[in-house]
T-cell receptor
């Protein structure tokens, strides 16, 4: 049962514009959410996280928004750069839980 | 600071054999988690070790096992390999406290013939 869903398998954005990646979850017990970026032949790289007590967290060009009532989070990348082209995974965990539940990923292509 | 190191990077085995994969966490990290990535199922949690004890376990058969040593290094073992075990096996380490990110290695690509 997929508890974390990324409904867009792919996204194409022009360099300099905003990339918005979306993620939905079904388990209301999740309280910690993360985004990872993955290049081919490499492991996932941690980007940014957010705790359920917040609704926004920023780190440089990356901002994560959490809407608990809608069970939805999104990752905004501004401005997008060609080097951001990768597969992005959303993940979530429960309180005192150390198992990450992953979405199936969204492939982002940033074109010059 | 060195990242998570997994060895070997690639492995080819035949059905019925067993395999051991190794993971060295980031220095100071006490938690090591293992995940399986396949095209159909995505990234799935196998188990997590903290201070040499299995603290969490996913929904995998008993053929999948692991252990953690006193220096936090971890090994994962799969016995009686099946074709469906072909996957990328990823190890991640963290401080082991709640709401701390896990940092991944580059994985071991296991192919079963």
């Amino acid at each position: 049962d997929q508890q974390v869903k990324q409904n867009s398998p792919s996204l194409s954005v022009q360099e300099g514009r905003i990339s918005i990646l979306n993620c939905d979850y079904t388990n209301s017990m999740f309280d910690y959410f993360l985004w990872y970026k993955k290049y081919p032949a490499e492991g996932p790289t941690f980007l940014i996280s957010i705790s359920s007590i917040k609704d926004k967290n920023e780190d440089g060009r990356f901002t994560v928004f959490l809407n608990k009532s809608a069970k939805h989070l999104s990752l905004h990348i501004v401005p997008s750069q060609p080097g951001d082209s990768a597969v992005y995974f959303c993940a979530a965990s429960r309180p005192s839980g150390y198992a990450l539940n992953f979405g199936k990923g969204t492939s982002l292509l940033v074109t010059p | 600071k060195a990242g998570v190191t997994q060895t070997p990077r690639y492995l080819i085995k035949t059905r019925g054999q067993q395999v051991t994969l190794s993971c060295s966490p980031i220095s100071g990290h006490r938690s090591v988690s293992w995940y399986q990535q396949t095209p159909g199922q995505g990234l799935q949690f196998l188990f997590e070790y903290f201070s040499e004890t299995q603290r969490n376990k996913g929904n995998f058969p008993g053929r999948f096992s692991g252990r953690q040593f006193s220096n936090s290094r971890s090994e994962m073992n799969v016995s009686t390999l099946e074709l469906g075990d072909s996957a990328l096996y990823l190890c991640a380490s963290s401080l082991g406290e709640s709401n701390q990110p896990q940092h991944f290695g580059d994985g071991t690509r296991l192919s079963i013939l």
